[in-house]
Nanobody, 112 residues
């Protein structure tokens, strides 16, 4: 797989997590990179996009709480998630825009 997601876990409502998307067979640099998630029983949905110049876009439900960034030296993209709510419980995936390959994802569970 080109990218490997990690950093998920169980967190209480209001808590924070930082997900990582490490390049394994591909590079996160100079690419349009995206985060997606799939909640139980639901279709996979787009969460955020990071452009090569640093511009970011987010789905409305996470604006102001999620931040996507990139460390080119580590060939890794991040998703900082704050003020977490139970409704964001899902498996989170990263992907290079325009590709169809998915990694194994990382499980995020928000529960008290």
């Amino acid at each position: 797989v080109p990218f490997v997601e990690s950093g998920g876990g169980l967190v209480q409502p209001g808590g924070s997590l930082r997900l990582s998307c490490a390049g394994a067979g591909d590079s996160v640099s100079d690419e349009i990179m995206t985060w997606h998630r799939q909640a139980p029983g639901k279709a996979r949905e787009w969460v955020a996009t990071l452009f090569p110049g640093g511009a970011t876009f987010y789905t409305d439900s996470v604006k102001g709480r999620f931040t996507v960034s990139r460390d080119e030296g580590k060939n890794t993209m991040y998703l900082e998630m704050n003020s977490l709510k139970p409704k964001v419980t899902a498996v989170y995936y990263c992907q290079k825009h325009g590709t169809t390959t998915w990694g194994q994802g990382t499980q995020v569970t928000v529960s008290s």
